[in-house]
């Protein structure tokens, strides 16, 4: 039986990112805010295991801290229905009515590497998922939540093959 990559990527990234794991045993492999919408599409699939790279892991604990930021009350998105931030994120009601409603039951074996600058998923909502479900975590000093830098990227391949190992 021949084994299938589903590679998720993140916002603004492409299929390609993923061209280097094309030869791999990987069920799944998200990225960002990939990582969410894998879990809410596959959470009643038969996944043998995951691999999540900075992972938005509570999509609701996100839109709240972005709204938070944008000094937005859940009132004005409400009443506006849609607001674009200042810092270039469209906030949506609709969605975050649809995240509150669609709570999100994973229990696939997963591997997460996560950076520790992250700066849209805090430290505290990933040790929060990880002791909460079957999920083992890696965490990069100095990373940021896009692996994008030659040493970013050379700490992600090896944490791929260690972690598929």
């Given at each position: 039986?021949?084994?299938?990559?589903?590679?998720?990527?993140?916002?603004?990234?492409?299929?390609l990112?993923?061209?280097?794991y094309?030869?791999?045993?990987?069920?799944?492999?998200?990225?960002?805010?990939?990582?969410?919408f894998?879990?809410h599409?596959?959470?009643?699939?038969?996944?043998e295991?995951?691999?999540?790279?900075?992972p938005?892991?509570?999509?609701?604990?996100?839109?709240l801290?972005?709204?938070?930021?944008?000094?937005?009350?859940?009132?004005?998105?409400?009443e506006?229905?849609?607001?674009?931030?200042?810092?270039?994120e469209?906030?949506?009601w609709?969605?975050?009515?649809f995240?509150?409603?669609?709570?999100?039951?994973?229990?696939v074996?997963?591997?997460?590497?996560?950076?520790?600058n992250?700066?849209?998923?805090?430290?505290q909502?990933?040790?929060?998922?990880?002791?909460?479900?079957?999920?083992?975590?890696t965490?990069?000093?100095?990373?940021?939540?896009w692996?994008?830098?030659?040493?970013?990227?050379?700490f992600?391949?090896a944490w791929?093959?260690k972690?598929?190992?």
């Amino acid at each position: 039986m021949k084994k299938v990559i589903l590679y998720v990527h993140g916002k603004g990234g492409s299929h390609l990112e993923a061209e280097q794991y094309k030869n791999d045993s990987i069920y799944v492999l998200a990225n960002s805010i990939g990582a969410y919408f894998a879990m809410h599409t596959l959470q009643d699939c038969e996944i043998e295991k995951a691999f999540f790279i900075s992972p938005v892991l509570d999509m609701e604990r996100l839109i709240l801290d972005m709204m938070s930021w944008g000094n937005i009350s859940e009132e004005d998105l409400c009443e506006k229905g849609e607001i674009v931030t200042d810092f270039g994120e469209t906030l949506s009601w609709e969605f975050l009515c649809f995240v509150k409603e669609n709570p999100i039951t994973w229990n696939v074996p997963t591997e997460i590497l996560y950076a520790e600058n992250d700066n849209l998923v805090s430290r505290q909502t990933v040790d929060g998922f990880v002791g909460s479900h079957n999920a083992r975590l890696t965490v990069m000093e100095k990373g940021e939540h896009w692996f994008h830098t030659e040493e970013q990227l050379g700490f992600l391949d090896a944490w791929m093959k260690k972690a598929m190992g």
